[in-house]
């Protein structure tokens, strides 16, 4: 619910009759309450924001019904049966009205010809105007090109989202072109777009693909697609489709029965649709790897109909229409949401030269908590606003 400035928050009118308060604002906007709500929330038992309080809903008598409500000049006063009398806030009891419509979007899906954020390593601060924007850019868009980074500089960039997650291929996983790869990624081929990881429970989260020697013949070009693009374009098209991916799940597995050089021996396995959603129906998630997908469970009735839509994600993944293409310097990286871009490349020759890119990431919860704590230092008035949670099984 929008809600004007703190300066016109004086209540209209206030009523309660039991179980529900009633406000009503001056501007015609009206928010409705419930006791056990009312109590749960009580800004006499601390500051509920915090979680950590003494109160607990236990104590919630059943009977619970609210005496008397009133509106004064600092706020909205309202006496519970159980002798509690709490004076709640307007504005804030506003902004957590439950409106049934989903707040701002901060994602903004992109096609061909996207224009990425573009930063200076040198300029990166920690807590800075430059940091928080990049974050942002993130956010907004899910990549963002950091340049001028050192050979070394992928982890004190990764230190900007969050602490660095480790995996089966550790801390910093160098991609270098070898002659006898150990995963497609060594090699010298073309990759199609895809997001790391599909077969954790929780999979990669904002990653650094950090480039520290470029192939020296041409291609190798790096191609990233907004999947949040992707799918808004199917369900436009096909709604049939759409909802296909994003209720049928998939097994992805990712087995590897002796340890490598920069891997653990492993047995990964997750299930989760393409395309995940929230309680609205907004996209907040992708989950997309051809190279990790099991066979489908599916009984031949639903293959029929969902083999239709995969196929049309995959070409669209695949077209460019949607892709944004960058052949990566020496000291460039991208900064990117891997549960909602798709990173791959063209193929390139590796005959002069060993191309080397670092990878790393963080977890998605950290760079998100780290965005709202610097929303909240520089009075962004965004602090609340909703984040794509991502795509989890």
């Keep these: 619910?929008?809600?004007?400035?703190?300066?016109?928050?004086?209540?209209?009118?206030?009523?309660?009759?039991?179980?529900?308060?009633?406000?009503?604002?001056?501007?015609?906007?009206?928010?409705?309450?419930?006791?056990?709500?009312?109590?749960?929330?009580?800004?006499?038992?601390?500051?509920?924001?915090?979680?950590?309080?003494?109160?607990?809903?236990?104590?919630?008598?059943?009977?619970?019904?609210?005496?008397?409500?009133?509106?004064?000049?600092?706020?909205v006063d309202v006496e519970f049966s159980d002798g509690t009398v709490a004076r709640f806030d307007p504005a804030w009891l506003r902004d957590h009205a439950a409106s049934g419509e989903p707040g701002p979007a901060c994602a903004v899906p992109w096609r061909a010809g996207h224009q990425a954020d573009r930063f200076d390593a040198a300029a990166l601060e920690r807590g800075s105007v430059a940091h928080l924007a990049l974050l942002e850019a993130v956010a907004r868009a899910g990549m963002a090109l950091v340049r001028r980074v050192p050979d070394h500089g992928t982890e004190p960039?990764?230190?900007?989202?969050?602490?660095?997650?480790?995996?089966?291929?550790?801390?910093?996983?160098d991609i270098v072109t070898e002659p006898h790869p150990f995963t497609p990624s060594q090699s010298d081929a073309p990759l199609d777009p895809h997001t790391d990881?599909?077969?954790?429970?929780?999979?990669a989260g904002m990653s650094i693909?950090?480039?520290v020697i470029p192939s020296a013949e041409g291609g190798g070009e790096t191609i990233v697609v907004d999947g949040f693009a992707v799918a808004e374009s199917i369900r436009a098209d096909d709604p049939e489709a759409f909802e296909l991916l994003a209720t049928v799940p998939v097994p992805f597995v990712h087995r590897r029965a002796s340890a490598v050089p920069?891997?653990?021996?492993?047995?990964?396995?997750?299930?989760?649709p393409v395309v995940a959603t929230d309680r609205h129906g907004r996209v907040v998630g992708i989950r997309f790897h051809e190279r990790s997908m099991g066979p489908l469970p599916l009984e031949p009735e639903l293959a029929e109909r969902y083999y239709p839509a995969l196929v049309?994600?995959?070409?669209?993944?695949?077209?460019?229409?949607f892709a944004w293409r960058r052949r990566l310097a020496a000291g460039e990286a991208i900064v990117y949401d891997n549960q909602r871009v798709?990173?791959?490349?063209?193929?390139?020759?590796?005959?002069?030269?060993?191309?080397?890119?670092?990878?790393?990431?963080?977890?998605?919860?950290?760079?998100?908590?780290?965005?709202?704590?610097?929303?909240?230092?520089?009075?962004?008035?965004?602090?609340?606003?909703?984040?794509?949670?991502g795509s989890l099984s």
């Design 1 to 75: 619910m929008t809600r004007p400035p703190a300066g016109e928050q004086v209540v209209a009118s206030v009523s309660a009759a039991g179980d529900i308060l009633e406000l009503r604002f001056p501007d015609g906007a009206a928010t409705r309450h419930n006791r056990y709500w009312l109590r749960d929330n009580c800004p006499a038992d601390e500051e509920r924001a915090s979680l950590f309080r003494a109160f607990s809903v236990a104590e919630i008598p059943e009977d619970l019904v609210l005496v008397r409500a009133a509106s004064t000049r600092n706020g």
């Design 157 to 173: 960039l990764a230190r900007l989202l969050g602490h660095i997650r480790e995996t089966d291929f550790g801390r910093i996983f």
């Design 342 to 389: 798709l990173h791959g490349r063209t193929g390139f020759s590796g005959a002069a030269t060993r191309r080397h890119l670092r990878l790393c990431t963080v977890d998605r919860d950290q760079v998100h908590s780290r965005l709202r704590r610097l929303r909240e230092r520089h009075g962004t008035g965004t602090e609340c606003d909703p984040l794509p949670a």
């Design 312 to 321: 049309r994600f995959a070409r669209a993944v695949r077209s460019d229409d």
């Design 197 to 203: 990881d599909p077969y954790r429970y929780t999979p």
């Design 262 to 272: 920069q891997g653990d021996d492993v047995h990964l396995r997750a299930e989760a």
């Design 209 to 211: 693909l950090h480039c």
